[in-house]
């Protein structure tokens, strides 16, 4: 069973990494060619800002399940790191269950809003796109990321390692 659920973790973890990389290249696309256009053409492209914030909304919180399911979050974690092995595991855990129920609250909190920019029909300025998609993307992102965090614990796989914090890790590739 725990197979089937890694198995599962590292496949959606390849499709994380290819969506965030696509969304990426898209913005740096839409910037290039609105670069291009300026200072060769004359001509800007108007919405190239607002669709470039969006792709990367979707790259950063989408891209942030790899993330969690590293553990490789942003902590301040100099004096956890000098504590005793049993004592820095507790905090860990800890640290996990705060972070778990955080991304949660936010992700609950964040829906409502999400419904009511979809049943207003609510679009960007520039380049009419529904708000509801690129905020949606938040409380998505949020989401994946507490459910990759939760397998992590429950597992015991994914996390870096400390020693090596440049090793991918993950299921289909162990941490070094």
Not at 5 to 20: D, E, H, K, Q, W
Not at 139 to 163: D, E, F, K, Y
Request: proline letters at 5%; charged letters at 10%; hydrophobic letters at 55%.
């Amino acid at each position: 069973m725990i197979d089937v659920v890694l198995r599962s973790v590292g496949a959606l973890i390849a499709v994380l990494r290819v969506v965030a990389g696509v969304l990426l290249a898209a913005s740096v696309a839409v910037n290039f060619a609105n670069v291009i256009g300026r200072y060769f053409f004359g001509y800007s492209i108007y919405w190239a800002e607002e669709v470039m914030l969006f792709l990367m909304v979707g790259c950063v919180f989408l891209g942030n399940g790899v993330v969690a399911w590293s553990g490789r979050q942003i902590r301040m974690d100099v004096v956890v790191g000098m504590l005793p092995e049993k004592l820095r595991k507790g905090l860990d855990l800890f640290s996990d269950l705060v972070f778990i129920a955080t991304t949660l609250t936010i992700m609950v909190w964040a829906w409502p809003v999400i419904v009511n920019l979809y049943q207003f029909d609510e679009r960007s300025q520039s380049a009419n796109i529904p708000i509801y998609i690129p905020q949606g993307l938040i409380p998505v992102g949020l989401a994946i990321m507490a459910l990759l965090a939760a397998v992590r614990l429950v597992t015991g796989s994914g996390r870096a390692s400390a020693a090596a914090p440049s090793a991918p890790s993950g299921p289909a590739t162990p941490s070094h």
